[in-house]
């Protein structure tokens, strides 16, 4: 059986030489913190919420406390998580007062017969279990308040230009996958959006295949970066695909990146991990964070 091992990704993007160091230290707490769940006899499913809750408490990150504003104003925020054993998900859309937008999604993989709620449906379930919630305030990263003040004293841009901006910062998403003991595979994304999204805009984050996929099968694999391209290749079921024709997670990421750039002109990264154990990690960005760690061997860094 391979040994457990668990990967996480803070986002990939132009990251700032100032936010390096937090970015690289953010990734490996959340690695340690998914690890433990992992030592202590853990599922993968259980390791990889761990860790993308230690991601959207930190607002370094592009995800829960670290979210961007959309053009209204608010914080519309998507998560996913997925079961290789079984094939289960659950993902959430356009959430807005949720502390841990990770978690809820499970919640409507669990507790529901659904695979995908938004909006105010999905805040009426968090409310209902009793999920912390939080105000929007509390969700902005108080950097891209700033930057969204400054855009309504100088006017909004041209939506043509969310792009631009956007390819210039961190991506929209953080991530984990992670392979227990008994060679059950997970995977789980959040998202806090593009700054200045058109409101109601929903990424890759929250959709099977595109933002994340895993199948005990294969390997599972998350993805981060343009969104919008990202799901016209379905990327992450593309890269699970391309493991089960053989490749190792390494080569069936970068593979996956490849045809990313070729079919789409998309920017973006992967992380992954295939049955056997071994681990992927790629990205066609200037930088993307991440950390792994298997309890012997450790890394983290911001080039792939």
């Not at 860790?51 to 104003?73: C, I």
């Not at 930057?147 to 984990?176: F, K, Y």
């Not at 699970?240 to 990313?260: H, K, N, W």
């Amino acid at each position: 059986m391979p040994r457990p091992v668990l990967v996480v990704h803070g986002g990939a993007g132009t990251i700032p030489e100032e936010r390096q160091a937090a970015a690289i230290e953010g990734c490996r707490r959340a690695a340690r913190a998914g690890w433990a769940v992992l030592a202590a006899g853990g599922s993968a499913l259980d390791a990889v919420e761990a860790a993308v809750r230690v991601l959207e408490d930190d607002p370094t990150f592009n995800a829960g406390r670290g979210s961007v504003m959309t053009r209204a104003g608010t914080v519309e925020m998507d998560a996913l998580i997925m079961d290789g054993a079984t094939l289960r998900a659950g993902a959430v859309a356009a959430v807005r007062r949720v502390r841990n937008p990770i978690t809820l999604a499970r919640a409507v993989m669990e507790r529901t017969p659904h695979v995908l709620l938004v909006g105010a449906g999905a805040e009426a379930l968090a409310e209902l279990l009793g999920l912390p919630m939080a105000d929007e305030a509390e969700l902005v990263a108080p950097r891209d308040r700033e930057r969204w003040e400054a855009l309504q004293r100088n006017g909004p841009p041209d939506l043509r230009e969310i792009l631009s901006h956007a390819l210039a910062e961190p991506m929209d998403t953080v991530g984990a996958v992670a392979m227990d003991a008994a060679g059950h595979g997970a995977a789980a994304v959040s998202t806090g959006g593009i700054s200045n999204q058109w409101p109601g805009r929903v990424g890759d984050s929250a959709l099977i295949g595109c933002g994340a996929y895993a199948d005990d099968r294969v390997g599972a694999v998350v993805a981060t970066g343009w969104g919008e391209t990202l799901m016209r290749v379905v990327i992450s079921k593309t890269a699970c695909d391309f493991m089960a024709l053989g490749l190792t997670a390494q080569a069936a990421v970068e593979a996956a990146i490849r045809l990313l750039e070729e079919r789409v002109q998309g920017r973006g990264g992967l992380i992954g991990v295939d049955r056997m154990g071994r681990i992927g990690i790629a990205h066609n960005t200037p930088h993307m964070a991440w950390a792994w760690t298997n309890g012997e061997d450790e890394a983290a860094g911001i080039r792939g």
